[in-house]
């Protein structure tokens, strides 16, 4: 008997085409009478449009901000409304400017090339207000508004944990209290494909858009309500899509835009952002400051974590929200037994591009926080940071556990993840005596994934489903179509769920096929692929409705062999009798349903089922990072010399799929630790215009990492799967940080600034000297 599909390295089934250039991605769409689009956006980072004057030659037609509000009926919403939230939707055109690049107009021509001639041409007289960019400028007393009528610059403000009067006395009553202070750098997710869009003019009113996103039936929803439109009157599809990462998880002004012009024009409309729009108008993530401070004892006991944050928000909010910094605050209290955790944030406007959904989603700074106020409790007991970790570590027998914010973690072993992780990095090659200075440094993180139920979400003021469908269709000639509303972009899901289905149907792994990325072809998922929630709950969905389609091939079979149902294994493509050589093929079963012929009482013809499947619970995978970092004193060079990780995500459909995932994530958290960064002037322009000003790791700079699993399902999703896209990320950001904290132990580390990029470093090391 074969083995088991899921937990095999099944190589991905796309990667081929994919590797060859045979991907059809959103630019390569090509059709009849099809013009391009180009952005007019604003050039200053705050002012006040006074006059638009197209110019036009002849070539283009140009959209005034005016002609677009009057074919734009609604505005995008923010899908996620926290205490004290100020802001609940964001217009689409605004003669109020807040950031450079805010969209303005659009040019459309036959080629982008006089499209973009055409923006070069347009005339905009703007009277210039002063901008504000700083999370302390946005707060100070005499800041300007950037929304007068709100009264402050603060969109919403919001707290988590245990009450104020808890915690002091949690405080009063610890020996010693420590105060940091950590402010983490405003990031770019850079996905290789930028954003893009084609929407297409149908008959009889209707429009087809196809999009680079992650959430075909959310651009969808808010689309029609931007435009006014019957949800039935309009199809997104989303193509092959080259990576996300919480950039592409919602509609963008511009993406409206384009839609309306198209349609007004009725002809099919592309526009695809080059990389300098992409850093300038497609979502930031993160620039945040984190006051913290940590009770404890003599002996090591942590006792109490407080925590005030500011985010800035940029010019307007992103579909989330606030949503970002509540989940900071969620997870914060991370593996470890607090008394107390109190937190208290604000979100602020400044006159910057939207910080909205990047890889981690709160969860990796969460990570940071908590991780660096344990190294500092461990220096200033000169304890071992491992063995202060595991002694206040919530171990295996007190899961379930419910932690100071109220979330109830599953199961798992995080004390075996770190002491698993410090035996990697300590067999790890011996460093070179060459003069760098070298540290270890560790996180340990619980992250909160498979996000769901709906009624969770309802309750923290998320106003979408925390549901995901699967239909599952055994056709009549055995091969299997797996319906899923998630759209991937890079996670393996055509392996993966197969791979899941398969196993439940007893049938080969080439037979089965996944359908995604079409609202028109695939079940509604309120989220997209987001989340760290595509294997544990589209998953989840999808293995149910096949363990349905399994029973009715159980059925039928038994009515063939006149066997008991209970008796029929479904194995290497055939229904066989339990102890016996007597069966059939599944793809003959598959033709009996179809044919509807000498079907047992009550069984319907046909071979398909669907499923809902909405978590009783998040789930919750973990793992502990380990890395050892080299730092050159002369020069502030850090190079991450050795890494492992050892991570739990439940049961591993594919390994090799899991280890993909976590190599991408170690990348993320270290190109935000020590080198990602996006910068404006003092007059709200950014500084990142190209990939020469904004950098990433490359595989020169990246380690090898080593990676071990530990294996302990979900008691909650079918399948056992926990989810963990974003884990990499998580754990990565912290030990990278803490790595090189701990390489410099002369430095006062009470104030970190990501990313420790080797001038901050070099400066850092030349004020202690």
Known sequence: MKPRLVGQRVTRRNDEYLLRGTGRYLDDIVLPNMAHAAIVRSPVAHGRLVDF???????ATVYSPDELA??????????????????????????????VGQPIGVAIAGSRYEAEDQVEQVGLDIEELTPVLEIEQALA??????????????????????????TAAVFGDADRTLRTRLRIGRIHGLAIEGRGIVAVPEPQGKLTVYTSTQTPHSVRDSLCEALGMAQSRVRVVAPDVGGGFGLKDHLYEDEVIVAAAALDLGQPVKWVEDRSESLLATTHARDEVHDIEVAFDEDGTLRGLRVESARNAGGRFAVFGGGPLFTVFGVVPGPYRWEAVRCVGQVVATNTMSTGAYRGFGQTQAACIRERAVDLVAGALQRDPVELRLQNMITPEELPYRIRTMIEYDNGDYPEALQRARRLISDGPAPPDDGRLRGVGYCCYVQMAGIGPSTMNEFIGLSIGGFESATVRFEPDGSVRVATGISPHGQGLETTIPQLVADEL???????????GDTETTPYSPYGTAASRSIAVGGGASVVAAQRVADKLRIIAAEMLEASPADIQLQEGQARVAGTGVGVSIAEVAQRAWQGFRLPEGTEPGL???????????????????????????????????YAVVSDCGTMVNPMIVEGQIHGGVAQGLGAALIEEIVYSDQGQPQCSTLLDYH????????DIRIEHLEIPSPYTPGGMKGMGEGGTNGAFAAVVNAVCAALPDVDWTDVATPLSPNRIWEVLHDQS
């Open 506 to 516: 007893g049938v080969d792994l080439d037979t089965v096929e996944l359908v995604h």
């Open 696 to 703: 990433v790791p490359d595989s020169a700079t990246m380690p």
């Open 53 to 59: 004057d197209a110019a036009t030659d002849g070539r």
């Open 141 to 166: 007393a005499d800041a300007t508004l950037l929304y007068p009528e709100l009264g402050t610059n603060v969109l919403a403000s919001f707290d988590a944990g245990d009450s104020d009067e808890h």
């Open 70 to 99: 009057s074919l734009i009926s609604g505005e995008l919403p923010v899908l996620w409304i926290l205490g004290g939230q100020q802001q609940r939707s964001t217009p689409v055109i605004d003669h109020i400017l807040r950031y």
């Open 608 to 642: 398909v089922a669907s499923h809902s499947y909405d978590p009783a619970s998040p789930t919750f995978s973990y793992a502990t990072h380990a890395c050892r970092v080299a730092v050159d004193p002369g020069t502030g060079q850090v190079e991450v010399e050795d």
